[in-house]
């Protein structure tokens, strides 16, 4: 089997990650479309022979791993040889990733190696019924345009998926296919940058895997009182996020901060609170599902984009918030 | 132990005042501001410390038409020893493949280096792919979203990356291609004497020609993709706007936001 409908999945620790089954959703799509199979391709150690099966039930037809020591945390230069060993093998007509940080690493290296056309962060992809071609829509220029992306002559088409996008796709019964292991010449997975350690979040913040996020802004007015905002982030189970304004005065580290400077994310709900709504912020948010704002300020560019916001005292409403949302 | 930095910048409009077209669906450029883009402000800042830790040079190399060449000042004035631009008809149009093409090649023309830096993304494409794609066109190895670099040795360095879970870190080998987060850097202000250096200094202008290009790899007619349609998001949003003014109405706006948070939980 040559061409075809190509995903790839992410592992973390062995375990597959939630995006992995996103970007089967957006394949299943695609590959209906096309009336065309639907691989998964996976790098790793040790990855869990459940986890493999369960891209089967949830829709690919076939699974190509490729399982070593070199490959359980990502580096760019092994990873993109087992990616081209794939392309070459298999001729993908579509290949996506995450536009997660591997997946926005990993794709543009590939690309160039595989002389292919690669759109980022894409929200949206099609399939244009005159020619088959792959649309791929994304946010531009801060989120201020959508544009329509094509790649008409190259092959594979290949494309990054906001994370959250779109849900994870369901198990299916009675679904089978075939998990095929593939090796990779040990010169080949030689890295010339190497992880000697890593250091976890401490408060185990992943914005990017959060359905629910509370982000905080300049009015929470000094670090003593985000001890609320973590309360409410606690009640409703979500990681808590932050404008540049909160980072930059120290209040909370780097990895909180969401906008053009920060991180990007689309959960189901977001939840800002004493966030001005800066255009900069906006960027890295829009995209979310769902949007609610706390803020004093009733002319607040946040709320031009909430579904509901309470103008007042975030002192007053969000302990209130938090005793309603307990009951 | 000095050290060659390239850093790669952005001539970009400035997103906060860009607007559009309503009738046409476009980005209205004329008289929006050209700024260096944002996120490569913190790559020069970690360029000029690396810099004042381990000495050497440093050059800053973009790619656009003719007043690009305003950025490249902007970057000498915050303390960059030198610029190169690429400008040529035959750059124009071109997608991140072909711009990472004729960065390379601009790399390759310019010899001897040992850091690559580059931002994040631009804020306009927002693509984050020149970077990888710079590496990967010149084979050299590549660290993204780069937090701080620790440690510059005579053969490798070390860095802290910053991924969804946490903070990696990491050993590479130079030279190598580095894109940096916000976190890396504070980036300065030019000075009087940077402005008055960069009005002064000599910057080369390349062209295709003069790096040696395949001009088939350049430009539109080189760029895998097309842009084919650009259209406003229409907000669809609609608004509950509830407002606090004394305990009932306290009462009455959070249950209702309770419920209604509740309810998209679910």
């Known amino acids: 089997m040559t061409g075809g409908v190509w995903i790839l999945a992410e592992q973390l620790a062995g375990r597959l990650q939630r995006v992995s089954f996103e970007l089967l959703t957006r394949g299943i799509k695609l590959a209906r479309q096309r009336a065309c199979p639907l691989g998964a391709i996976v790098f790793g150690q040790g990855v869990a022979a459940n986890d493999l099966q369960a891209l089967i039930d949830c829709g690919a037809d076939r699974v190509v791993v490729f399982d070593a020591g070199p490959l359980e945390h990502f580096q760019v230069e092994p990873y993109a040889a087992c990616m081209l060993e794939v392309i070459e093998r298999y001729q993908p007509e579509i290949l996506i990733a995450g536009a997660t940080t591997l997946g926005r690493t990993l794709m543009p290296y590939v690309a160039i190696k595989a002389n292919a056309g690669l759109t980022a962060d894409c929200t949206g992809l099609d399939i244009e019924p005159q020619t088959n071609n792959l649309l791929q829509t994304r946010p531009a220029i801060g989120g201020n345009i959508m544009a329509t992306i094509k790649t008409p002559n190259h092959r594979p088409q290949m494309a990054t998926v906001r994370p959250h996008s779109t849900p994870p796709a369901p198990r299916q019964a009675g679904r089978t296919g075939e998990i095929i292991k593939l090796d990779m010449a040990f010169e080949r997975l030689t890295s010339r940058v190497q992880r000697e350690a890593f250091e976890a979040n401490p408060d185990k913040i992943n914005l990017a895997d959060a359905d629910v996020i509370v982000a905080v802004g300049r009015g929470i007015k000094k670090a003593q009182n985000l001890p609320l905002i973590y309360e409410l982030a606690e009640a409703l189970g979500a990681a808590v996020g932050a404008s540049r304004d909160v980072v930059d005065r120290g209040w909370l580290s780097y990895p909180h901060q969401i906008g053009l400077s920060g991180q990007t994310v689309s959960p189901q709900l977001y939840i800002a609170i004493g966030v001005s709504g800066t255009i900069q912020h906006i960027a890295g948010m829009q995209t979310a599902k769902t949007i609610v704002a706390i803020n004093r300020d009733p002319e607040a560019n946040i709320f031009k984009l909430a579904d509901m916001g309470i103008v007042g005292d975030l002192f007053e409403v969000v302990p209130a918030l938090i005793e309603k949302i307990k009951t | ?266």
């Open chain 2, 1 to 266: 132990m000095e050290k060659r930095i390239i850093v790669c910048i952005k001539q970009t409009p400035d997103t906060r005042s860009v607007k559009m077209d309503e009738a046409t669906g476009t980005v209205i450029r004329e008289g929006v501001p050209a700024i260096v883009n944002p996120l490569d402000l913190y790559a020069i800042e970690a360029a000029l410390n690396l810099r004042e830790s381990y000495g050497g040079e440093i050059t800053a190399v973009s790619m656009g038409p003719a007043k690009a060449i305003e950025a490249l000042r902007e970057a000498i004035s915050m303390g960059i020893d030198n610029g190169v631009l690429l400008c040529d008809g035959a750059f124009a149009g071109s997608d991140t493949w072909a711009t990472s093409y004729a960065l390379a090649g601009a790399i390759k023309h310019l010899g001897g280096v040992d850091i690559i830096l580059c931002g994040e993304r631009a804020t306009d494409g927002d693509t984050g792919q020149v970077g990888p794609g710079i590496a990967a066109w010149l084979d050299l190895p590549v660290a993204t979203y780069v937090s701080t670099i620790e440690t510059i040795e005579k053969k490798t360095c070390r860095l802290r990356r910053c991924v969804e879970t946490g903070y990696e870190t990491l050993t590479a080998k130079l030279p190598v291609v580095v894109t940096v987060v916000k976190e890396v850097s504070n980036p300065r202000l030019p000075t009087l004497r940077g402005k008055q250096r960069a009005r002064q200094v000599d910057i080369p202008i390349l062209t295709a020609d003069d790096l040696k290009l395949d001009k088939s790899k350049l430009g539109l007619q080189g760029s895998p993709t097309r842009v084919v349609k650009i259209v406003k998001p229409k907000i669809t949003r609609k608004t509950t706007l509830l407002t606090v003014k004394n305990e009932a109405t306290l009462d009455q706006a959070t249950g209702a936001l309770a419920a209604f948070i509740t309810e998209t939980c679910k």
